[in-house]
């Protein structure tokens, strides 16, 4: 019986071969996979800042809307108490006394 067995010898030869080109293949998908998890996140990373932006510019017009509605209503308001303001005055003697209304004929 012989103490080396060629074809068992190439056998274990042809595994580790096997094994190192699966290694490489394997090596080469993660390299694959973990090149595509950067890009992935990078592009969270640029969907998030780009949310940001957007908030901010919705603040913004928001806030625009807001103040355009009060200053309006202000204006407003304003108008309407200049129009009280000069039927006092209209109502006002030289005296500074209030004239009485007659009342309105029905």
């Known amino acids: 019986m012989a103490l080396f067995n060629i074809k068992a010898w190439l056998d274990a030869v042809r595994a580790v071969d096997r094994l190192w080109e699966l290694e490489g293949r394997h090596g080469r998908l993660i390299d694959a996979q973990s090149k595509r998890l950067d890009d992935l996140s990078d592009r969270i990373n640029r969907l998030e800042a780009r949310e940001q932006v ?14 355009a509605v009060a200053a309006s209503h202000l204006g407003e308001l304003s108008r309407l108490y200049g129009g009280l303001e000069e039927r006092v005055r209209r109502l006002e003697g030289d005296d500074g006394r209030v004239r009485r209304l007659s009342a309105p004929e029905k």
Do not use: C
């Not at 957007?54 to 103040?67: Q, T, Y």
């Open 54 to 67: 957007l908030i901010a510019e919705a603040k913004g017009a928001a806030s625009a809307a807001a103040s």
